[in-house]
């Protein structure tokens, strides 16, 4: 069964970086769009970058220019990169994958266009 765990949050100060992983199994990273969305607190879950089986990527304004996502298939791992951190990049992070769309991203970061989600991991930056 797929199967997406998250990993690597945890709390930094503004400026600092994190680097986020999301190990799949039950699915081929390289086969399918997979993407990261987060959830800060009290406020509803947004997309912040997904990328596509054939590594094309796309990502939320908020986060272009800090943030890079990348994943490798050998590994069946996805990847975050997040630099600058900002006090508004708390929230709870997960990953996601679409195995209904055929590699290709939707390119909306829309919850909907997902279908198996991991359970999160938590980054917290300090001002």
């Known amino acids: 069964q797929v199967q997406l765990v998250e990993s690597g949050g945890g709390s930094v100060p503004a400026g600092g970086s994190l680097r986020l992983s999301c190990k799949a199994s039950?699915?081929?990273?390289?086969?399918?769009?997979v993407a990261w969305f987060r959830q800060p607190p009290g406020q509803e879950r947004e997309g912040v970058a997904d990328?596509?089986?054939?590594?094309?990527?796309t990502y939320a304004d908020s986060v272009k220019g800090r943030f890079t996502i990348s994943k490798d298939n050998a590994r069946n791992t996805l990847y975050l990169q997040m630099n600058n951190l900002k006090p508004e990049d708390t929230a709870m992070y997960y990953c996601?994958?679409?195995?209904?769309?055929?590699?290709?991203?939707?390119?909306?970061?829309?919850?909907?266009?997902?279908?198996?989600w991991g359970q999160g991991t938590q980054v917290t930056v300090s001002s």
């Open positions: 039950g699915f081929s990273t390289s086969n399918y769009c």
């Open positions: 996601a994958t679409d195995t209904t769309g055929g590699g290709s991203c939707w390119g909306g970061l829309r919850e909907y266009e997902f279908n198996y």
């Open positions: 990328i596509d089986s054939v590594g094309d990527s």
